[in-house]
């Protein structure tokens, strides 16, 4: 790797360690809004999203000035297309993060009713699996991410469950209709953000194996 190209990769890593930090953060407060029945964090996270939006467009524009200005080689070319790859994942979890807090601020107009305990083991699997995807970013450590996709079923089997208990709440009439409804909504984006962080371990196994392992299992069928 030429020196240019080091500063280059060097500034697209910083900027995405730092949309991680906030996407983890943004995540955190509104699923807080969610569990303390808080407006007033919900409407926090609106905000904390610009940032998010800002670094996506910033990275964005490093990207294709790097790649229109210098010859990268493969393993460079490799890891800038995955630094942006994973930006947009995290883009994508600080609008799911947005969603959670508009449900948020639904549930906190309405009389609490609890929630299926399995909501909570999702939240928190849905949590564990964004953080350990970017740690395996910055550690560069294949063997983490695959811990992500290997957790990824378990996430999926959480999000079905939560679904099939509130669905069944539907059916037998219970109260709080539209509480139930949000409830279903937040699982859904839980699964979605679950997924987003298996993406990223995926780019992180390209760069550190130049091994493409999306959609390995359907494509060996």
């Known amino acids: 790797m030429s020196r240019v190209f080091d500063v280059v990769i060097e500034q697209l890593r910083e900027d995405l360690f730092r949309?991680?930090?906030?996407s983890e953060a943004i995540l955190e407060k509104a699923l807080r809004?969610?569990?303390?029945?808080?407006?007033?964090?919900?409407e926090e996270v609106a905000k904390d999203d610009l940032e998010i939006d800002r670094l996506d467009v910033a990275i964005d524009e490093k990207v294709l000035k790097a790649l229109a200005l210098q010859a990268p080689v493969a393993e460079d070319l490799r890891e800038v297309l995955a630094?942006?790859?994973?930006?947009?994942d995290?883009?994508?979890?600080?609008?799911?993060?947005?969603?959670?807090?508009?449900g948020a601020r639904r549930l906190a107009e309405k009389t609490a009713l609890p929630f299926p305990a399995t909501l909570t083991a999702l939240s928190r699997a849905s949590q564990a699996a964004l953080r350990c995807s970017l740690d395996a970013f910055g550690r560069s450590d294949p063997d983490l991410a695959r811990r992500v996709l290997d957790e990824d079923d378990e996430i999926d089997d959480q999000h079905d469950e939560v679904i099939r208990t509130l669905v069944r709440?539907?059916?037998?009439?219970?109260?709080?209709v539209s509480q139930n409804v949000d409830a279903i909504q937040l699982a859904k984006h839980l699964e979605r953000i679950?997924?987003?962080?298996?993406?990223?371990?995926?780019?992180?196994?390209?760069?550190?194996?130049?091994?493409?392992v999306k959609h390995a299992e359907k494509l060996a069928r």
């Open 83 to 88: 630094i942006k790859m994973i930006a947009t």
């Open 19 to 22: 949309m991680g930090g906030l």
């Open 90 to 102: 995290l883009e994508r979890v600080g609008d799911l993060a947005r969603n959670i807090a508009k």
């Open 33 to 42: 809004a969610v569990w303390e029945r808080n407006a007033q964090l919900a």
């Open 169 to 176: 709440r539907l059916e037998a009439g219970s109260e709080g």
């Open 194 to 212: 679950a997924d987003h962080a298996t993406n990223i371990a995926e780019d992180v196994i390209l760069v550190a194996e130049a091994r493409n």
